[in-house]
């Protein structure tokens, strides 16, 4: 599928983007040839990232502001002797003055023009491009901004409610994620309401700006791939099932979108293909609709908004149509004309992406940022992983708290999904509190394996994934209690030289010697378990040259004689060993404060008093530097699933150093502060 032509060369790419999709991006860019240039404030780049990446601009702070700089983006990338940008998705992607500023600056932005952002930017001039082109949109109320007089605004909200009816929707013109946005159901909650959304629009976007529409209850969430390039050429890559979201945020895609009408896919593919035509749109963007399937014998869409960018999802459009999107957004940058055979392209299997979070499903999944010991995803065939995160790293509380992505792939549906389940089963992530076992469920769940189903349906079964899980990690308790006895009684020491690769970037090494290949451990109250470790490797960080992971995979059989699949993790710091084992997409950690065994220095400190009980967040810091110290005395106090712990001494001494501060995320076992050496 070459271009017939092109009008300009690319040859360096400046991504204004961190994480998976900068390493998506110079992913695609290193087949093409094209040299590419990121963002990084670690001395030693990030390993996901080194083999990709040419080149790196070092910053003191990575931070969100960086990436919401248009100036100092457009400067990084001139230093750099970049001739283009490209912006992901999130942070500046979606926004027309960078794309200008970009322009002015005599780079090429890879992206559609600034005038079709901006058509598209606010939810209520879209819906009036929609309206235009004949999209089919709800009954809704465009551009209400109470900050402009807001007793004329609310008459203008009660006009609009008393001829439409209840339920309504009232969001925020700009943005989204939940943000400005509230479901009224009654006429006395209207201006409240109304005054609530615009307060979140102006604090989370900047604008107060507010559109209201028709509210459906329990839609279906689709969207449509558009790619069109600079000659006039729109080309759909078909559609995707968006719809299984939690805090109104997407959770699991799947491309086709499944049981679909014929009729109602095709006035879907046609409406967002004359939405893009309409407003000269040309690069990768997304059309989003909402589906009533109120009436299954006479179903419906309306018009969302427009995502003008590359979406977190177009992974699974991408191994449904065998073709590279980032690929043609470059080439369509630089000037080339989209195949005619784009135009007949069908979808060929079924794919799913499932985003994987730190977060904790009983706490409206709260984010759960902290230290990462091993991530070390299973692979095989149909398996897709979109990574932003080394071996062993760190979630921090400063970005979103993605782990990755898991795209698979299959013949049909059912396939697509069962694998994704086996693929979490068989991945290895000892770090914090996370979504994979929630996902396993979602993944089998009947009614999701039998038929799509509704944006509403993660919010209205959690209780039921929570007992799903307890109940999973009780079966499993007697088998991990007998592992953890085996791990914790065969540490295997650091080897004697453990070389970092010429670069200095975290590697893994094969280690040949087994934690405990062919033992039979008799742990008391326990039955026998005999354990065979099947591959074993060790990773570290630069940014923790003093810790060491060894985390490896095996099979073990109990009582039952059944030969099932395991992992494990023995992470040794100076003064810490942490013993991880995994079993079907479920962690357990047990934390060793004494001196660690494994070699790798450090005098032995006691611990008492000094680690987190339960994994949460710090609410008060109470022990400070120097500070003496009596047996029971309250050091810290931590949030975690509504409720207060507190983490007393249980010995005299003096503190040496407090690690954490006031909302800081922290894990069972967690080290907080450190005693002086007594």
Not at 81 to 110: M, Q, R, Y
Not at 182 to 210: H, I, M, T, Y
Not at 562 to 584: C, D, M
């Amino acid at each position: 599928m070459n271009a017939s032509h092109s009008h300009s060369r690319i040859k360096k790419i400046f991504i204004a983007n961190r994480g998976e999709i900068a390493r998506r991006i110079a992913t695609t860019a290193k087949k093409m040839g094209i040299e590419t240039v990121a963002i990084t404030d670690r001395q030693v780049p990030p390993a996901y990232l080194a083999d990709v990446v040419t080149q790196f601009v070092h910053v003191k702070e990575e931070t969100t502001q960086t990436y919401l700089n248009p100036a100092l983006m457009v400067e990084y990338a001139k230093a750099s002797g970049a001739d283009a940008v490209h912006p992901g998705f999130g942070f500046l992607s979606e926004n027309a003055g960078f794309a200008e500023v970009v322009g002015k600056a005599g780079l090429t932005w890879i992206g559609p023009r600034p005038g079709a952002i901006d058509a598209m930017a606010s939810k209520a001039t879209a819906r009036v491009h929609a309206e235009k082109t004949n999209v089919p949109c709800l009954p809704g109320l465009n551009g209400l901004d109470l900050t402009q007089g807001e007793t004329a605004a609310i008459r203008q909200l009660e006009s609009f409610a008393e001829k439409t009816g209840f339920p309504l929707l009232i969001k925020a013109a700009y943005g989204g994620g939940g943000k400005g946005m509230r479901v009224v159901n009654k006429q006395s909650e209207l201006a409240d309401n109304a005054r609530r959304a615009a307060a979140e629009a102006v604090s989370s976007f900047g604008n107060g700006s507010l559109i209201v529409e028709k509210y459906l209850p329990a839609p279906r969430h689709v969207e449509v791939q558009v790619m069109a390039d600079k000659h006039g050429n729109v080309c759909i890559f078909g559609d995707r099932d968006c719809s299984l979201q939690r805090r109104h945020q997407k959770i699991l895609e799947e491309a086709p979108a499944p049981n679909l009408p014929p009729e109602v896919r095709d006035a879907m593919h046609a409406a967002a293909k004359g939405l893009a035509l309409g407003v000269g749109y040309d690069n990768a963007g997304t059309v989003e609709f909402l589906v009533d399937e109120t009436n299954r014998h006479h179903v419906t869409f309306y018009f969302l908004e427009m995502n003008t960018r590359l979406q977190v999802e177009h992974t699974v459009t991408e191994d449904v149509f065998n073709v590279d999107l980032v690929e043609w957004q470059i080439r369509v940058a630089r000037g080339e004309e989209l195949p005619q055979e784009f135009k007949n392209m069908k979808p060929r299997g079924h794919s799913v992406e499932v985003r994987i979070y730190a977060e904790d499903p009983g706490t409206n999944f709260f984010p759960a940022p902290g230290p990462v010991r091993a991530f070390a995803p299973a692979s095989g065939r149909g398996i897709r992983w979109e990574i932003g995160l080394d071996t062993v790293d760190e979630i921090t509380t400063g970005f979103d708290p993605m782990i990755a992505k898991l795209v698979c792939s299959a013949g049909d549906r059912k396939q697509a999904l069962e694998l994704v389940a086996q693929t979490l089963e068989r991945t290895l992530f000892a770090g914090p509190r996370n979504n994979i076992p929630f996902l396993i469920w979602l993944t089998r769940h009947p009614e999701i394996v039998e038929r799509p189903s509704n944006t509403h349906f993660i919010g209205s079964h959690v209780e039921d994934a929570l007992s799903w899980e307890t109940s999973a990690r009780n079966s499993l308790a007697v088998d991990q209690e007998s592992l953890m006895i085996a791990l914790e009684g065969r540490r295997v020491l650091i080897p004697d030289s453990t070389a970092h690769t010429s670069l200095g970037y975290p590697s893994h090494t094969n280690v040949t010697a087994s934690a405990f290949a062919q033992t039979t451990q008799r742990p008391a109250g326990h039955e026998s378990i005999s354990t065979q470790v099947t591959a074993k490797y060790l990773a570290w960080s630069p940014r923790e040259p003093r810790s060491i992971s060894r985390y490896g995979f095996g099979r073990y059989e109990s009582g039952q004689k059944l030969s099932k699949a395991f992992n494990f993790v023995v992470h040794q710091a100076p003064n810490r060993t942490e013993y991880w084992i995994g079993l079907h997409g479920h962690n357990w950690v047990r934390v060793d404060e004494r001196a660690s065994s494994g070699g790798s220095g450090g005098a032995g400190t006691q611990g008492d008093g000094m680690s987190a009980p339960v994994p949460g967040k710090v609410v008060q810091v109470l022990a400070s530097n120097e500070q003496t110290i009596e047996p029971g005395q309250v050091l810290f106090v931590l949030e975690s699933m509504k409720m207060q712990f507190e983490v007393k001494s249980s010995k005299s001494g003096t503190v040496g150093h407090i690690l954490v501060k006031v909302g800081d995320q922290v894990m069972a076992g967690q080290t907080l502060g450190e005693w002086t050496n007594t």
